[in-house]
Structure formats: C-alpha cells, structure tokens
C-alpha cells in the first residue's frame, strides 16, 4: 500500500515538474504576454480653439468623385462636441524586446481624391497597402525623413492595383503624397512593437496586451507637436487588468 503511494506522489511531483517547465516554456516564448496582458485605454481631449480649417482645392474630377466636394477641407484638427481629439498617435516608449510585424497589413485608401485615415500607424516591417478607390489617376509619393526608409514615387490607375510598401525603421509621421492632387497627404507613424493606437473620433484610444510593468506613454498630433514630434508624455503601470492614460492637447499656452 505504502508503495502505491509512493509512485502516485512520484508521479504527481513528476507532473507538477513538467507543468512548471511548459508555464516557463510559454513565458520565455512570449505566449504569457498574451495570456496575461492589459489593455492601456484613455482619451485625448482638446483646449482652445484650434485655426480655421481651409478649404480643399478640389479640381472638377475630384469633385465628381468626393460627396462631399463643397465643404472638404483640412483635417489637421478633427475634434467630437466633448472636445475629443481624433487622429493622435498614442505609444509606448522604449520598449524592450524584438517582436514579429503582423501578417495583416495597415490600409490607406484614397476616397473622393483625399487619403483615409489620414493618420495611420504601423509597425516596422509591417506591410502597408495603398489603395485607390477613386475614378482618376494618383501618383503614390511617400517621403521619408529617417535614413534607411526609402522614398517611392508610383502612378496608380483609376480603381487601378493595390501598391505595397513596407518600412524597417522607426519613423513618426512618413509622409505619403499625390503629386497630381496636391492636397492629399496621409502621414503614418513606425514603431518597432505593437503597442500603439491612433485615437478614434471620440478622442479614445486602446493600446491592447500590454504586458504587466512601468512605461511611459506619449500621445503625438502631427500639428499641434509639429515639427519635432515631442508630444505628451506620462509613466504609467500596467497590470493584468490593464492602465489608463488621458491626454489634454492644450493651444492656449
């Protein structure tokens, strides 16, 4: 009897050894970041009045193509009724370790001769795709500032071919252009991690499966920071159930 027992609880701590070695196995391959994540959540909100937007100079063919041709204008602040700052780049600085890009890719499309979204953030190495869904001819023009990060110039038909580009360094705000439309610009943020959202139309933003530990998050817009980039910064803790960090983008100082 004596016996019996002694192999069940051999075999148990036996068990309980190889349990411990898989939860270890699944640390160290960065499973446990998924598993035990928070998500960073928070908004951006507005003070003071931002410039008057201006009008895009839309020729007759974009004209045709936008619905809403007659009232188009700049995005460079785009702001709910609560004061929520759509469009800021929010990420996590600094942060350690080398992650895989996503097999998804990050879409800009141009719609009515004007690039959507107009802000986009991608990781490093991630492919990016261009559509065109309008009835004329774009030209695709992105122009990098950081060295490594080449510069393209492609023609894209009407509703022509998707054209891909990718990025292996670390660059906030990449220009893309339309050389034929010269009002078209979208700008795409570069991180070397995942962690990093744009904020929605409501001025709130979800940086998903961060893992547990001490950050510091900044909140980035291509305007209001312009021309360095240097944004709004804070530490923050992030646990199993995740942080939250707000943002004020204040114009009146």
């Known amino acids: 009897m004596l016996s019996w027992f002694r192999v069940k609880s051999e075999r148990g701590s036996e068990m309980t050894k190889r349990s411990i070695k898989l939860v270890a196995g699944l640390v160290l391959g960065g499973v446990s970041m998924t598993l035990l994540g928070g998500d960073i959540t928070g908004k951006v909100t507005l ?17 045709k193509a936008n619905k809403n041709a007659g009232s188009a204008t700049t995005r460079f602040y785009v702001t709910d009724d609560n004061g929520g700052l759509a469009e800021v780049f929010v990420s996590l600085r600094e942060v350690k370790g080398e992650f895989t ?6 879409v800009l ?26 009835p004329v001819l774009h030209n ?13 110039n492609k023609a894209q038909l009407p509703k022509g071919k998707d054209l891909d580009f990718t990025y292996n360094k670390a660059e906030k705000f990449l220009r893309f252009k339309c050389d034929v439309h010269p009002w078209m610009f979208a700008y795409v943020s570069l991180v070397d991690h995942p962690y990093f959202d744009v904020s ?13 530990g001490e950050y510091v998050i900044e909140a980035i817009h291509r305007k209001a920071h312009a021309p360095k980039y240097v944004g709004l910064s804070q530490k923050i803790t992030v646990t199993t159930d995740g942080g939250t960090a707000d943002f004020v983008v204040d114009l009146t100082k």
């Open 109 to 134: 499309d141009q719609v009515g001769c004007e690039y959507t979204p107009y802000i986009l953030a991608a990781q490093t190495g991630q492919k990016i795709v261009v559509k065109n869904s309008d």
């Open 101 to 106: 890009a996503p097999s998804e890719p990050a």
């Open 140 to 152: 695709v023009h992105p122009t990098p500032r950081v060295k490594g990060n080449s510069e393209y």
């Open 200 to 212: 929605g139309t409501d001025g709130s933003y979800t940086i998903k499966n961060v893992p547990p």
């Open 47 to 63: 003070k003071g009045t931002p410039p008057k937007e201006k009008k895009l100079p839309l020729d007759p063919f974009c004209s």
